[in-house]
Structures are given as C-alpha cells and as structure tokens.
C-alpha cells in the first residue's frame, strides 16, 4: 500500500469515527475523508473488509499501516504525532483518562450501536428500543460521575483537552440529543458537554460537518 496522505474511513453519524475525527483535528493533521454509509451496509462490502474484517468504522490508514478501534487508532495517533499529547505525564491522569474512554467505548456505546438495537427492534420490539439505550447509558453515566468528580477542571480530567474529552464528547451529543436522557441527572456531564459544543476542533468534527452528511441533517 503506498504511503501519502492519512485516510480515514468514516461515516458522519458514527461516534466512534467521531472520536477519531477530533483526535486528528486536535492534532492538526490533515487527511482524506473516506465515506462508508453504514445504512446501506457499505461497511459489509468485500473492499471494506479486506481493511476491517469486523466491518466497523473508523479505519484509519496510514500509509502501510491499517487500524481500526477509535481507541487503537486515537493512542498510535497519540504515539506516532505527539503534537498536543491524548494522554497527561501524571500517571494518575493517565489511568483515569483511559478508563473513562474504556467506559465509553466498552460499556456504553456497543450497547446502542445500530446492529444491537436492530436486533432489539426484530426479537423484542420497537418500542424497547430507547428504554434499552437508556438504561444503558443512564448506567455508565453514573459511573464516570463518580469517577471524574475529584478530576475535573474546564474539562473532564483539567483543564486541559485529553483522551477522556474527545470519547466523552460524541457520547454526550447522543445521549443528550438523540436519546433524550435527563441532563439533570448527570450534571458534570452536562457541564462538559456545553464546554465540548463551544471547541473549534470538535465543532469541526460534529456530524452536521462532515462530506458525507446528507443535507439539512442535524444528526
């Protein structure tokens, strides 16, 4: 595979490819925009899965190298380009941060991905769709409440934009926006999230901002 530019294989309304879009965003790095519409399976083409086999977005390609996971792709991103670092030198910070991201991209967000709540709809029914998504992130919420309390600053582990930030930021859009979970409950959280809609990198990066997002959405 030739070396050149980063290509990232996205779809708009994805969170993971969210993440990813702020990490490079944050890093100033340049790259071309990979379009993979989930809703008409593109991602289960044979071209795909020569480059994910579990056919799921993002994929990040840089130049030999191929990878996929938000979080495999946001730490070699973190290692390879170490212009405004993902992770803090304290080695406290740094556990916390990756445990928040493991919250997020283990324990909530498969819980809601469209392949899951596909599923719902068929076996159980339509209408358990939102109750199911919500109970699950309502619990996870509660979690990273807890552990980001003693931590946060303007943003969740200080005041400065880390690796906790940018998987929080997608979850807190979808949450709050698209699944209609009471903010009143989780106020840290909701305090980060106005701070994250007020970022130049993560505006950037929203869904509504992306090539591939339809007109007029606002997903």
Request: with cysteine.
């Given at each position: ?56 977005v993002?994929?990040l390609?840089d ?7 938000s ?39 498969p ?20 109750p ?25 582990t ?10 929080l ?12 979970l ?22 950037d ?15």
């Amino acid at each position: 595979m030739a070396s050149g530019r980063l290509k990232l294989y996205s779809y708009f309304r994805s969170s993971c490819s969210f993440r990813v879009r702020i990490a490079l965003n944050l890093k100033g790095l340049k790259y071309e925009y990979k379009a993979v519409n989930l809703s008409k399976g593109e991602q289960h083409s044979p071209e795909f899965l020569k480059l994910n086999p579990i056919g799921y977005v993002p994929v990040l390609v840089d130049g030999d190298i191929v990878l996929s996971d938000s979080l495999a792709i946001s730490l070699y991103l973190d290692e390879k380009y170490p212009q405004h670092p993902l992770l803090p030198s304290d080695l406290q910070r740094k556990a916390i941060n990756l445990q928040a991201a493991n919250i997020v991209s283990a324990s909530i967000q498969p819980l809601q991905n469209i392949g899951v709540l596909k599923y719902i709809a068929e076996k159980v029914g339509q209408d358990e769709q939102l109750p199911w998504v919500q109970s699950h992130i309502g619990k996870g919420f509660a979690a990273l409440e807890k552990l980001l309390k003693d931590y946060t600053g303007k943003y969740a582990t200080g005041d400065e934009v880390l690796l906790a930030d940018i998987f929080l930021a997608p979850q807190l859009r979808a949450a709050f926006n698209g699944f209609n979970l009471d903010k009143s409950e989780f106020p840290l959280l909701a305090r980060l999230h106005e701070e994250y809609g007020q970022i130049p990198v993560f505006q950037d990066a929203m869904p509504e901002n992306q090539p591939d997002t339809p007109s007029q959405s606002t997903a």
